[in-house]
């Protein structure tokens, strides 16, 4: 498992996904001062990356969840990742909005998803988990048996970690902020005194940077 987290790793930094700006913080949506920015929607445009994630993901379902029915995409970031992996699979695909669409038949799901099947949840990336579990409650609602979910990256965060815990729902990562961090240093992409700021950051986001 080890070796599949950091080879997704260095591969990450290698297209450039991560950004590294500890001095001159990014600003997340929430208003969370942050030292690194996660873009996995640039794996799409590597097709030799954007293949070897989706065959990870594969790997991982097969696994885990071989009586999967349903490859589900959270939107939109995974839609794609979950396209691909359905297509492998030979498995039907839906994907989860945000909030339902605001006309036509105003869905939450997109695609036929039937009372009871059992869905594998694909998600790229893990900040708060707020988003991907939410989107795991819409499939359970609908009537789905989510079965647990994968994604590509993870901030690896204490309280995310205590909300799947909380929803019950297992989480697999292709890989993990920790291992990011140790890959980024080996590369020479962070400098040493940076790292103490970084692993600081990822304890306490909401506080860090105030």
Not at 109 to 120: F, M, R, Y
Request: net charge neutral; glycine share 6%.
């Amino acid at each position: 498992m080890k070796s599949m987290e950091i080879e997704v790793a260095k591969r990450l930094l290698q297209i450039n996904t991560i950004k590294f700006q500890p001095s001159n913080p990014f600003t997340w949506a929430s208003g969370w001062k942050s030292p690194i920015y996660c873009d996995n929607r640039k794996i799409l445009s590597y097709p030799e990356t954007r293949t070897f994630i989706c065959d990870q993901f594969v790997k991982v379902v097969k696994d885990k969840y071989p009586d999967a029915e349903v490859i589900a995409g959270v939107a939109t970031g995974a839609i794609a990742h979950g396209v691909l992996v359905a297509e492998i699979l030979e498995l039907p695909f839906i994907y989860v909005r945000a909030k339902p669409k605001g006309h036509g038949l105003e869905n939450l799901i997109e695609g036929d998803l039937k009372p009871k099947q059992k869905v594998v949840v694909i998600e790229d990336l893990i900040s708060t988990g707020i988003s991907s579990l939410n989107a795991a409650k819409a499939i359970s609602n609908f009537g789905g048996d989510v079965l647990g979910m994968v994604a590509i990256f993870t901030y690896n965060f204490p309280h995310a970690k205590e909300n799947f815990k909380k929803a019950e729902l297992e989480l697999t990562t292709l890989s993990r902020y920790q291992i990011l961090i140790d890959i980024a240093l080996e590369n020479g992409d962070i400098a040493e005194s940076e790292v103490d700021h970084l692993k600081k950051w990822r304890e306490d986001p909401a506080s860090w940077g105030k």
